[in-house]
């Protein structure tokens, strides 16, 4: 199939694209590098020898938009682009909701005049908000506490509508929980511009000496080692979840909303140590007061994507840990 992937130069749209094209599909990326870099681009081709499609451009102008979906004779489009930073949409939420939301809405309008149907969205666990009870599932209530959040609620939302109205649209709203690890040629990783607030990718910063040492927000909540605990996915299990989706939807019309983690979860100090075994190295780090907002604890319920899509995490916490080290330690070179 062509597969258009918005957003596809990315930490998990360039993962995605790799596994794509491994597996016989026709790859597009579309991104306006505002958080990539061009040389993502290469990587892919490199690790797949594949040729793989490029256009330079926001998802916000539609008729570009729609002209590459008909020009690559797109079948289905994996919406990835967006803004990610969790603080920054509180204190930029128009921005957020211009990008996101408006990006989104954009999307839909280019694919209905090019007649494409059949769409996996980037969603997010932050739909959820404070846990009610854990795991969560699919039926959680939801109600997100940030505005990068309710972006990605907004858009759910907006998905499901659009596909009562017309029952032909084969929609998947994937929920991710926390994305970590690299492709195993250490050629493609996270590499967020700026300073990083997610933990593997400040783990990373310290490694390579941008950041003197990892400060741990917290060893005073209610969990076995005091830090907190998260549902981290290796990003190629990831991949393999949007490649489940494309497939299952061929017969599945409607909008379906799917949990994407491993099911578990596990701690800072937990990370920490599988890191520190994979790459032999020390990590300089203190124990400071909590994040604001930050939970104890979350991680999937992730059945339903085991039973109706036939996928489910398989790589470990040390797989991600030596992926992330490998890919750590070629971006030093
Ligand atoms: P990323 O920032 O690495 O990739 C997003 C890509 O989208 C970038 O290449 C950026 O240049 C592009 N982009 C942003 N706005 C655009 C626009 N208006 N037009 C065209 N391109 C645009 O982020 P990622 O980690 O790969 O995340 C991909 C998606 O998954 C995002 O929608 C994100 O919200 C979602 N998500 C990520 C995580 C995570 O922890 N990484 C967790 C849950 C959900
Ligand atoms: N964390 C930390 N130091 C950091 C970044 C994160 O101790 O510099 C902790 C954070 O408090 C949380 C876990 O690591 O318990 C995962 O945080 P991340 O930001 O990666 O994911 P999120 O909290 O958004 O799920």
Redesign the pocket.
Do not use: F, H, Q
């Given at each position: 199939m062509n597969i258009l992937l918005?957003?596809?130069?990315?930490?998990?749209?360039s993962h995605t694209a790799v596994l794509l094209a491994n597996t016989g599909h026709q790859v597009h990326i579309?991104?306006?590098?505002?958080?990539?870099s061009p040389s993502t681009l290469e990587r892919i081709q490199k690790i797949t020898s594949k040729d793989i499609g490029f256009t330079e451009?926001?998802?916000?102008d539609t008729e570009k938009l729609a002209d590459v979906l008909r020009k690559e004779k797109i079948g289905a489009v994996i919406h990835?682009?967006?803004?990610?930073a969790v603080g920054e949409s509180s204190q930029k939420p128009i921005e957020y909701y211009a990008?996101?939301v408006q990006?989104s809405i954009s999307l839909i309008q280019a694919m209905q005049s090019a007649g494409i149907n059949t769409l996996v969205f980037?969603?997010?666990?932050?739909v959820y908000g404070d846990p009610i009870y854990l795991p969560y599932d699919e039926e959680h209530p939801t109600k997100p506490t940030n505005p990068?959040g309710r972006n990605?609620l907004q858009i759910e939302d907006m998905l499901r509508d659009l596909s009562v109205s017309d029952k032909e649209w084969k929609i998947s709203c994937l929920r991710?929980f926390?994305?970590v690890g690299a492709h195993e040629s250490g050629h493609i990783g996270?590499d967020?511009n700026g300073i990083p607030n997610?933990l593997m990718p400040v783990i990373g910063q310290v490694v390579n000496g941008i950041l003197p040492s990892l400060n741990i927000f917290g060893n005073d909540y209610d969990t076995p080692d005091g830090t907190g605990k998260r549902d981290y996915i290796h990003v190629m299990d990831l991949a393999e979840g949007h490649l489940a989706a494309l497939v299952w939807l061929q017969s599945n019309p409607g909008c379906h909303n799917f949990n994407l983690g491993s099911g578990d979860s596990y701690s800072v100090l937990d990370l920490l140590y599988h890191f520190e075994q994979a790459s032999g190295l020390k990590i300089p780090h203190q124990v400071v007061g909590r994040r604001p907002g930050d939970l104890p604890e979350y991680y999937a319920k992730a059945d339903k994507a085991e039973k109706l899509l036939g996928w489910k995490a398989k790589k470990t916490l040390s797989d991600i840990c030596s992926s992330s080290w490998l890919w750590i330690k070629s971006s030093k070179n």
């Open positions: 918005t957003g596809g130069m990315g930490y998990i749209g579309y991104d306006n590098l505002c958080n990539s451009g926001d998802v916000r990835l682009a967006g803004l990610k990008n996101n990006g980037s969603s997010s666990a932050t990068y990605k991710y926390n994305p996270e967020p997610n």
